[in-house]
């Protein structure tokens, strides 16, 4: 199911404010943030080498990772280490309680 190219994935009542969760979406893993009402997704893989993020290393707006310090922004997708690198973001919205990722 879809609407306008977003794909369903979490109920946002299921994404405690101020957390981070991992979940998958058309077999893409994700990552949700959510941040009061919004949510924002980005990929679970570190810019800098592939390295596996942790959900657990976010706050605010910053995701650290633990293999080298770098740190992302989740909104932007901005690496603050290495300008020339950037976390996958993706759009989304919420409808009907729903968090709605676009993938592509
Ligand atoms: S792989 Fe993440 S900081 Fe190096």
Redesign the pocket.
């Known amino acids: 199911m879809d609407i306008l190219g977003y794909k369903k994935s979490l109920f946002l009542q299921d994404i405690p404010d101020n957390k981070s969760v991992e979940t998958e979406v058309e077999n893409m893993a994700l990552m949700l943030h959510r941040r009061g009402e919004q949510v924002y997704a980005t990929g679970v893989y570190?810019p800098?080498?592939?390295?596996r993020l942790d959900p657990r290393n976010c706050t605010g707006d910053l995701i650290i990772?633990k293999?080298?310090?770098?740190k992302s922004n989740i909104k932007t997708g901005e690496c603050l280490n290495e300008p020339d690198l950037k976390l996958n973001t993706f759009p989304t919205l919420i409808e009907a309680g729903v968090v709605w990722v676009k993938l592509y």
């Open positions: 570190c800098h080498a592939e390295v990772c293999a080298h310090g770098y």
